[in-house]
């Protein structure tokens, strides 16, 4: 079966960085991209980026150009998700999703990371 | 940004009844390979987001048929042809075929 197993929860300081990893397993890693979505408390999902898994080519969402990284280990089929200069309005809990090769379509989801963003 | 509108906001349904979820784009979501990249997903209290229907009217294995998606272009719909205690959670419409890729609001539905 398809799983995604993402790292652990985190609290940041305004300013800080994060950085979330995904582990991928149950499918060819690199037939494959992953995009990165997050939820913040109360509110709807929104989609921050994707990432092909074979490539590490990447499309951000505008509003987290500059500030989002996302990048690809092929030997361990995990995806990391780095947010730079964290604000309060950035605790959220991140998920990470199987995503295809060019058109959008999530399948399998992470079980979330909440990241809390707290001085 | 393709912006998606769904409505209502909130479904109190009685058990056994029916409902419908509306989804509209602000652009036609059809691709250039001939598919419309429109999805749903249902989210219950505390869990993670799950696919229930892609390419707007296709279920994923394991979701009960009582859950059907129809739509073309901008419009769309999602139908619970017999509502079910473990269909309550919110619900939201995702369009795959322009980047980025956006999310409906979302609609939560509870039992009356």
């Known amino acids: 079966q398809v799983h995604l197993v993402q790292s652990g929860a985190e609290v940041k300081k305004p300013g800080a960085s994060v950085k979330v990893s995904c582990k991928a397993s149950g499918y060819t890693f690199t037939s494959y991209g992953i995009s990165w979505v997050r939820q913040a408390p109360g509110q709807g999902l929104e989609w921050m980026g994707w990432i092909d898994a074979y490539t590490g080519d990447t499309n951000y969402a505008q509003k987290l150009q500059g500030r989002v990284s996302m990048i690809t280990d092929t030997s361990t089929s995990t995806v990391y998700m780095e947010l730079r200069s964290l604000r309060s309005d950035d605790t959220a809990v991140y998920y990470c999703a199987r995503d295809q090769k060019t058109t959008g379509t999530t399948d399998y989801w992470g079980q979330g990371t909440l990241v809390t963003v707290s001085s | 940004d393709v912006v998606m509108t769904q409505s209502p906001l909130s479904l109190p349904v009685t058990l056994g009844q029916p409902a419908s979820i509306s989804c509209r784009s602000s652009r036609s979501l059809a691709y250039s390979d001939g598919n419309t990249y429109l999805n749903w997903f249902q989210q219950r209290p505390g869990q993670s987001p799950r696919r229930l229907i892609y390419k707007v009217s296709n279920r994923d294995s394991g979701v009960p048929d009582r859950f059907s998606g129809s739509g073309s272009d901008t419009d769309f719909t999602l139908k619970i042809s017999r509502v079910e205690a473990e269909d309550v959670g919110v619900y939201y419409c995702?369009?795959?075929?322009?980047?980025?890729?956006?999310f409906g609001g979302g609609t939560k539905v509870e039992i009356k």
């Open positions: 995702m369009q795959g075929t322009h980047w980025p890729l956006t």
